[in-house]
């Protein structure tokens, strides 16, 4: 029985009775859409016609473990399709206009995923007895694995690669053959009910002879800017990988309310694709990390690098083909490799965990056809 995986609700502009879907790649160049009802289908993106004339649609997006039964009476098809994804993370925006930086995880990278679109009447008008939002709802469900095309001889440009899914082409949406453990398409489990609570006391911090107050003072504009950089980000800072960015207490607050979104959804997106809870490390993605199909984007398997004192260092990481690469006896350390999926990136940096038996098999198979 179909069940659902996960689900959000955004809300886009609507311009020349259009808005669209993208996958987190961005916009990739193909001349070959299809137009399917109301959806015209590119690779790694959809343009939907609005059903009404309304200024804005509110959107459900919903993911799927299959295909899902019809919804309620209210909703009307408006087309149906087969979404080829690159990144399995989808995100709306409004023709020539940015989102608001919500996002849904799919399911897996370079998978081939159904798609039916449905629209309801809008509720409420303007003044001038235009629709002011569309309710609509998109849901996907995965098909098969389209990685074996997009994984040739040689590394190619992240566009060729997606146009190399095609060759699962022709396929129907209600056909699915969904093979092997993907962790995308598992929902999280259940939070643990809490057990108590815990009540830590701290002593005093420094019980020594007198310091002196002006030697750690910090200078008052740079205190009011971190203060304000605090109260932006709350308990979010607690989270980053990186520095917050630059001037980000002089944003204007629609640029903020992005920035934080975007900052939640990929939090979010990082626990769903570790619904097990497996430790992770922290890398620099260009130094660290080689992947064999596009990236490093959250979902995406590679090959990570790791210089570390001993050979037992980051066992639980580093598990999948976990290998000894050399030992370099004047700095005693010993370079280390194993297989690793990332579940977010911010700026250079990522965090993994070990890739499963399947993700891994798609790095192991472009390393022997690319040996």
């Not at 899914?165 to 092997?180: F, K």
């Not at 903020?256 to 979104?261: E, H, K, N, Q, V």
């Not at 694709?273 to 993605?285: F, H, I, S, Y």
């Not at 038996?357 to 690319?370: C, F, G, M, Q, T």
Request: charged share 25%.
């Amino acid at each position: 029985m179909a069940g659902l995986l996960r689900a959000v609700d955004d809300e886009v502009p609507i311009s020349h009775r259009r808005f669209e879907l993208f996958d987190e790649c961005g916009e990739l160049d193909d001349e070959d859409a299809v137009q399917t009802g109301s959806l015209c289908t590119s690779i790694a993106s959809v343009e939907i016609e609005s059903a009404y004339g309304a200024a804005n649609a509110t959107v459900r997006l919903e993911a799927w473990d299959e295909e899902p039964p019809p919804p309620g009476d209210l909703w009307v098809g408006k087309g149906e399709t087969v979404y080829l994804s690159v990144t399995g993370v989808v995100s709306m925006f409004g023709p020539g206009v940015g989102g608001t930086g919500e996002k849904l995880l799919i399911g897996p990278p370079f998978f081939a995923y159904g798609l039916r679109a449905y629209a309801a009447p809008p509720a409420d008008q303007d003044e001038y007895g235009r629709a002011v939002a569309e309710p609509w709802l998109l849901r996907f469900w995965p098909l098969c694995d389209a990685a074996g095309p997009a994984i040739g001889p040689e590394s190619v440009v992240l566009g060729e690669e997606a146009r190399r899914m095609t060759a699962v082409l022709p396929l129907d949406p209600s056909d699915a053959d969904v093979m092997g453990d993907w962790p995308a398409l598992r929902p999280l489990p259940a939070p643990e009910p809490a057990q108590g609570t815990l009540v830590v006391s701290f002593g005093p911090l420094y019980e020594g002879g007198d310091v002196d107050p002006g030697r750690f003072a910090i200078p008052e504009e740079e205190s009011h800017r971190q203060a304000r950089v605090e109260e932006i980000l709350g308990d979010l800072r607690f989270e980053l990988m990186t520095a917050p960015p630059p001037h980000l207490e002089t944003w204007s607050d629609d640029r903020l309310s992005r920035y934080l979104t975007e900052l939640q959804a990929d939090l979010r997106i990082a626990r769903e694709l570790n619904p097990d809870g497996q430790p992770t490390l922290r890398l620099d993605a260009d130094v660290h990390v080689s992947l064999p199909l596009g990236g490093p984007w959250p979902g995406f398997s590679g090959r990570a690098w790791v210089w570390s004192a001993d050979d037992t260092a980051h066992s639980d990481v580093l598990a999948r083909d976990r290998q000894v690469i050399t030992r370099d006896p004047i700095r005693r350390c010993t370079l280390l490799t194993g297989i690793v999926t990332i579940l977010r990136k911010e700026g250079e940096r990522v965090e993994v965990r070990a890739a499963t038996v399947d993700e891994a098999e798609r790095v192991l198979a472009a390393e022997r056809i690319r040996a």
